[in-house]
Structure formats: C-alpha cells, structure tokens
C-alpha cells in the first residue's frame, strides 16, 4: 500500500544540525497526515512533528522549543525535518509515520497507519 523511508540520521555534536527525510512510494495519494516520532532508550515513543498535506495543521513537540521545523513536498512525496542545536537529549530512534486521507490528525503513535524503519539520531555532548 504505501512505504516510508527515512534517512538523514547520523552522529551530529551537539549544537549541530541534521536533516531528515521520508519518502513515500506506492499509494502514496492514500495518506494525509506524516509525523515524526522519537523514541530513545527506555522511553515511550513520542511526537516531534505532524504536518497535514496542506499545511494547515501543524503540531510540534514541547521539547521542539522552536529548533526544528518540518516541510514537505508533495511532488516529491516527502516530508523533511530540519533539526537545528540538537542536543544529547535529542538521541534517538526517529520513526516517519503516515495517516489514511479522511482520518482525523493526531500525534497518537497507535493511530497512525504506516510506518518507516526508523532512522538512527545521536548527538554527542
């Protein structure tokens, strides 16, 4: 139905900068909502992002403070986030994630529909 694919993980020092990316292929017209979720070590998994395909609803995490902002391009079929002064707190695995066209937007991991394979984010102090 649809894939996600992330990339742009990597070992950054903190205060440094990484860009992510997710790609959708195959029915790609069948989604609506993408996000990103974290999730680090012993820790539940969490929402940095979610961007509806218009753009006109747009969720950040608490812990974002204004460091991170998600674009996307939809003749491409991908999402981006910009991660600026990243920080040892922001290690983690970060997943891409994609909701049904139709369904309502939330930052519910459970909710979503489709999920990429994670892509690994570690920031050294």
């Known amino acids: 139905q649809v894939q996600l694919v992330e990339s742009g993980g990597g070992l950054v020092q903190a205060g440094g900068s990484l860009r992510l990316s997710c790609t959708a292929s195959?029915?790609?017209?069948?989604?609506?909502?993408m996000a990103w979720f974290r999730q680090a070590p012993g820790q539940a998994r969490e929402c940095v992002t979610a961007?509806?395909?218009?753009?006109?609803?747009?969720f950040y995490g608490r812990f974002v403070k204004g460091r991170f902002t998600v674009s996307r391009d939809s003749a491409k079929n991908t999402v981006y986030l910009q991660m600026n002064s990243l920080n040892p707190e922001d290690t983690a695995v970060y997943y891409c994630?994609?909701?049904?066209?139709?369904?309502?937007?939330?930052?519910?991991?459970?909710?979503?529909?489709?999920w990429g394979q994670g892509t690994q984010v570690t920031v050294s102090s």
């Open positions: 961007i509806t395909r218009s753009a006109d609803n747009i």
């Open positions: 994630a994609a909701r049904a066209d139709g369904a309502e937007f939330t930052i519910i991991p459970r909710e979503y529909d489709y």
């Open positions: 195959g029915r790609a017209f069948e989604i609506n909502t």
